[in-house]
T-cell receptor, first 115, second 116 residues
Framework: EAQVTQNPRYLITVTGKKLTVTCSQNMNHEYMSWYRQDPGLGLRQIYY???????DKGDVPEGYKVSRKEKRNFPLILESPSPNQTSLYFC??????????????FGPGTRLTVL | AQKVTQAQTEISVVEKEDVTLDCVYETRDTTYYLFWYKQPPSGELVFLIR??????QNEISGRYSWNFQKSTSSFNFTITASQVVDSAVYFC?????????????FGRGTSLIVHP
């Protein structure tokens, strides 16, 4: 089954404790990205990756890191989480051809609470 | 800079009513894509439609239809004969079709509540 998986689905942590949210897709998609969803703000992109070893900042990258060592995986790293990073996080992937844009497939979401 | 405005924060209708969700966008790009996604209460995000800026034909898919008007920068979504299962948050999104920026912009979403 074609899908995007994220782990964990729920996480409660404390300020300053490093954490990683994993994201994996099995569709051989080049493009992957991370979003956060906050009430009244919609979805905002954190980071995206066009392909292996190619990453770039989205609209709200502060406090986050990513890496793309393999095509299928795109982990989101919070080196020192703070309460304002409490949010619902989505990973997404899509095919990305030149001058085209395909719909994104989203993971199930990770609800993060930072105390 | 891109912007997507979904002015309706919440809409409440009774089953079988028709409902239109508005989406107005701003972009300086000449070519772009517009999307609608659905987020049901279970939380996942589901793709509904993509529209290329070159293609202003309206589209119908069952009870769903989309009206793209480039002249007014709008991409509205209509659900005909709404059902309780249509209750969800709906997001409109915009992305450049080429160039260096691949950052899609989402609207803040419209919460649709369909009462039985």
């Amino acid at each position: 089954e074609a899908q995007v998986t994220q782990n964990p689905r729920y996480l409660i942590t404390v300020t300053g404790k490093k954490l990683t949210v994993t994201c994996s897709q099995n569709m051989n998609h080049e493009y992957m990205s991370w979003y956060r969803q906050d009430p009244g703000l919609g979805l905002r992109q954190i980071y995206y990756s066009m392909n292996v070893e190619v990453t770039d900042k989205g609209d709200v990258p502060e406090g986050y890191k990513v890496s793309r060592k393999e095509k299928r995986n795109f982990p989101l790293i919070l080196e020192s989480p703070s309460p304002n990073q409490t949010s619902l996080y989505f990973c997404a992937s899509s095919l990305r051809g030149r001058d085209t844009y395909n719909e994104q497939f989203f993971g199930p979401g990770t609800r993060l609470t930072v105390l | 800079a891109q912007k997507v405005t979904q002015a309706q924060t919440e809409i409440s209708v009774v089953e079988k009513e028709d409902v239109t969700l508005d989406c107005v966008y701003e972009t300086r790009d000449t070519t772009y894509y517009l999307f609608w996604y659905k987020q049901p209460p279970s939380g996942e995000l589901v793709f509904l439609i993509r529209r290329n800026s070159f293609d202003e034909q309206n589209e119908i898919s069952g009870r769903y239809s989309w009206n793209f008007q480039k002249s007014t920068s709008s991409f509205n979504f209509t659900i005909t004969a709404s059902q309780v299962v249509d209750s969800a948050v709906y997001f409109c999104a915009l992305s450049p079709a080429s160039g260096g920026s691949y950052i899609p912009t989402f609207g803040r979403g419209t919460s649709l509540i369909v009462h039985p």
